[in-house]
C-alpha cells in the first residue's frame, strides 16, 4: 500500500464546474500537505501548502486537510480549461523527511 | 532566470552505457533532490543532499550515484543502464528539509533502449 492514495483519473469537466480532487494517506506523523499541478512534459509546480488540519484558500483554490480520517482534497472553483493538467498530493513528516507524493490525477476542463 | 535547471532535457542512451545528468539551482536554497517519475506519474525520491551531505538514500540501486560539488549544484551518475531506468527524473531543491514546497528542475526524459 502507498503512503498517499490518489485516484488517477482521468477527470473530465465542463469549463466553469467546481472540481474536488482528493488523496488519502496512511501515515499519522504527515503534518505538512500540498498539492502540485504538474503540466505535459514539465515539472511540478506548488499550488498549495498547508499544515496540519484546517483549510487554506488562495483564489480560485482551497485546499482542505483532515487528519482525524487523514484526508486531503483540493477544490477548484470556476475552472478553466488551462487548470487542464495532473495534479499531485503531498505529504510530509517533520524535518528532513521525504516528501511522499500521490499518483497523481489527471484533469480535464474543457470548453 | 531563477530556477532549477537540469541537462540535458532528453537523453536516448542504449543498455550497459553510463549516463549523467546535472542539476543546478540558483535559488539560494540548500536541500537538493533527486526524484524518479514512472510511466503512470509516480514521484518517488531517490536522493537527497543537504548542504553537500547526504540525508536522503532510498533504495536504490548502487548503479546510481548522486554527486553534488556544491550546495546548487547536484548530479546523476547512473552506471550500466537496464531497460527499466527509462523515466523521467527530476531534480529539486528547497530551503531546508522543509515543505514550504519544493521546486523542480523540468525533468530529464531518459530511455534505455
Known amino acids: 500500500q502507498k503512503e498517499v492514495e490518489q485516484d488517477p483519473g482521468p477527470l473530465s469537466v465542463p469549463e466553469g464546474a467546481i472540481v474536488s480532487l482528493n488523496c488519502t494517506y496512511s501515515?499519522?506523523?504527515?503534518?505538512?500537505f500540498m498539492w502540485y499541478r504538474q503540466y505535459s512534459r514539465k515539472g511540478p509546480e506548488l499550488l498549495m501548502y498547508t499544515y496540519s488540519s484546517g483549510n487554506k484558500e488562495d483564489g480560485r483554490f482551497t485546499a482542505q486537510v483532515d487528519k482525524s480520517s487523514k484526508y486531503i482534497s483540493l477544490f477548484i472553483r470556476d475552472s478553466q480549461p488551462s487548470d487542464s493538467a495532473t495534479y499531485l498530493c503531498?505529504?510530509?513528516?517533520?524535518?528532513?523527511?521525504?516528501?511522499?507524493f500521490g499518483t497523481g490525477t489527471r484533469l480535464l476542463v474543457s470548453p | 532566470d531563477t530556477a532549477v535547471s537540469q541537462t540535458p532535457k532528453y537523453l536516448v542512451t542504449q543498455m550497459g552505457n553510463d549516463k549523467s545528468i546535472k542539476c543546478e539551482q540558483n535559488l539560494g536554497h540548500d536541500t537538493m533532490y533527486w526524484y524518479k517519475q514512472d510511466s503512470k506519474k509516480f514521484l518517488k525520491i531517490m536522493f537527497s543532499y543537504n548542504n553537500k551531505e547526504l540525508i536522503i538514500n532510498e533504495t536504490v540501486p548502487n548503479r546510481f550515484s548522486p554527486k553534488s560539488p556544491d550546495k546548487a549544484h547536484l548530479n546523476l551518475h547512473i552506471n550500466s543502464l537496464e531497460l527499466g531506468d527509462s523515466a523521467v527524473y527530476f531534480c529539486?531543491?528547497?530551503?531546508?528539509?522543509?515543505?514550504?514546497?519544493?521546486?523542480f528542475g523540468s525533468g530529464t526524459r531518459l530511455t534505455v533502449v
Open positions: 501515515n499519522s506523523a504527515f503534518q505538512y
Open positions: 529539486a531543491s528547497s530551503q531546508g528539509g522543509q515543505n514550504y514546497g519544493y521546486t
Open positions: 503531498a505529504a510530509q513528516n517533520t524535518g528532513f523527511q521525504k516528501l511522499v
